[in-house]
T-cell receptor, first 113, second 118 residues
Framework: SQKIEQNSEALNIQEGKTATLTCNYT??????LQWYRQDPGRGPVFLLL?????KEKRKERLKVTFDTTLKQSLFHITASQPADSATYLC????????????FGKGTSLLVTP | GAVVSQHPSWVICKSGTSVKIECRSL??????MFWYRQFPKQSLMLMAT?????????EQGVEKDKFLINHASLTLSTLTVTSAHPEDSSFYIC??????????????FGPGTRLTVL
């Protein structure tokens, strides 16, 4: 079955540094991969979508890479700020379910001043 | 643009009662809406997919007679948890995609509804 793995350990970094989060998947060949931000008690907020034929995508301080050979996506936040502290979810299109998504458990990021 | 709302944001009910949760797309037409459930420290799990005017498609293990979904218009879907029990306590989140959003494969999520069954 489709499996998505994100580092379950929280990532603590200092303000101004680059945060890098990892998403690995197995038994799967997704057409696209998405990253979401989720704050406590809130629904996910869409950040970036990258398709299988794209290697990298950027949006402001965010960068996502997608390696279909390694079955891995990396999510980078440059010049991180305390306001970036949240849980970041990786999501892939769910096979045979239209546009439904299969989510990882998320990685908690804490940016300290 | 592409705002999705949910109502209520939280609800507490007694075991055995039914609870209805509404999901609305405020500024776009949602041809497809999805209902997810999230337990503490867990990932979002898809419960069902609903297309406007059609019966919902439920994921394996989700009881369609317990979780009634209605998607009667392009801006509204409802999830009714019938005869709720404490194990149904969870965070229910809807999402929507459709025409006039950034792309049909981008989903926009509601803020979620916290259900607590006593």
């Amino acid at each position: 079955s489709q499996k998505i793995e994100q580092n379950s350990e929280a990532l603590n970094i200092q303000e101004g540094k680059t945060a890098t989060l990892t998403c690995n998947y197995t038994n799967y060949s997704p057409a696209y991969l998405q990253w979401y931000r989720q704050d406590p008690g809130r629904g996910p907020v869409f950040l970036l979508l990258i398709r299988e034929n794209e290697k990298e995508k950027r949006k402001e301080r965010l960068k996502v890479t997608f390696d279909t050979t390694l079955k891995q996506s990396l999510f980078h936040i440059t010049a991180s700020q305390p306001a970036d502290s949240a849980t970041y979810l990786c999501a892939l299109d769910k096979a045979n379910s239209g546009y439904a998504l299969n989510f990882g458990k998320g990685t908690s990021l804490l940016v300290t001043p | 643009g592409a705002v999705v709302s949910q109502h209520p944001s939280w609800v507490i009910c007694k075991s055995g009662t039914s609870v209805k949760i509404e999901c609305r797309s405020l500024d776009f037409q949602a041809t497809t809406m999805f209902w997810y459930r999230q337990f503490p420290k867990q990932s979002l799990m898809l419960m069902a997919t609903s297309n406007e005017g059609s019966k919902a498609t439920y994921e394996q293990g989700v009881e369609k007679d317990k979780f009634l979904i209605n998607h009667a218009s392009l801006t509204l879907s409802t999830l009714t948890v019938t005869s709720a029990h404490p194990e149904d306590s969870s965070f229910y989140i809807c999402s929507a995609s459709g025409t006039s959003t950034a792309s049909t494969d981008t989903q926009y999520f509601g803020p979620g509804t916290r259900l607590t069954v006593l």
